[in-house]
């Protein structure tokens, strides 16, 4: 049973294209996100959704636009890719729990590689 | 500004050897800590999480974590490290900003040697 799934798992394309990554969890969690890992290893959140609203909307540049169908889908798509695109993307989800308690642990995707060329 | 810092960009060990992978954090009020570790190709999973309580908190995998208010400090432990340890490892604040907003350290890569 997989949690957190993305598709694609590797992405290969050329400067300028447009380009999606799908993203579904079947943990019935309210919200999902979206992160960016550098070459580096380091990893850096883009977006939030709960319950198909924007939460957090970090400074990315606008030819990122996540979309939320419905709770336990939330999708990238990337317009004019950059060389600087090129990293991995995780897909990650959490349950929210009652106001004071605290964020809940995520649960992460397996990551889409994508390579831009 | 909230930030998380892992001084160690990688850390070698014998198998068998005890580990402990540091942590430090800046934040304001009362921090949610995590510690996250991702094998080579794989997503990121949570090892353990403090939020308040015992500042000593267990883990899954025999891991655990100290948190120290007065050090800033949440130090990833283990006694005895296996060769399935070898890894990634995140530590991370959570901050409440309309939306709970997870800020991860650098990460620290874990070799174990035979």
């Known amino acids: 049973d997989t949690a957190v799934s993305q598709t694609p798992k590797y992405l290969v394309t050329q400067m300028g294209n447009d380009k999606s990554i799908k993203c579904e969890q079947n943990?019935?969690?309210?919200?999902m996100y979206w992160y960016k890992q550098d070459s580096k290893k380091f990893l850096k959140i883009m977006f939030s959704?709960?319950?198909?609203?924007?939460?957090i909307n970090e400074t990315v540049p606008n030819r990122f636009s996540p979309k939320s169908p419905d709770k336990a889908h939330l999708n990238l798509h990337i317009n004019s890719l950059e060389l600087g695109d090129s990293a991995v993307y995780f897909c990650a989800s959490s349950q929210d729990l009652p106001r004071g308690q605290g964020p809940y642990e995520q649960y992460f995707g397996p990551g889409t590689r994508l390579t831009v060329t | 500004a909230q930030s998380v810092t892992q001084p160690d960009i990688h850390i070698t060990v014998s198998e068998g050897a005890s580990l402990e992978l540091r942590c430090n954090y800046s934040y304001g009020a009362t921090p949610y800590l995590f510690w996250y570790v991702q094998s080579p190709g794989q997503g990121l999973q949570l090892l353990l999480k403090y939020f308040s309580g015992d500042t000593l908190v267990q883990g899954i995998k025999g891991f655990e974590a100290e948190f120290k208010r007065s050090q800033s400090s949440f130090n990833l432990r283990k006694p005895s490290v296996h060769w399935s340890d070898a890894a990634e490892y995140f530590c991370a604040v959570v901050r409440n900003t309309g939306g709970f907003k997870t800020i991860f350290g650098a990460g620290t890569r874990l070799f174990v040697k035979a």
């Open positions: 959704y709960n319950n198909k609203e924007l939460i």
């Open positions: 943990l019935g969690h309210d919200t």
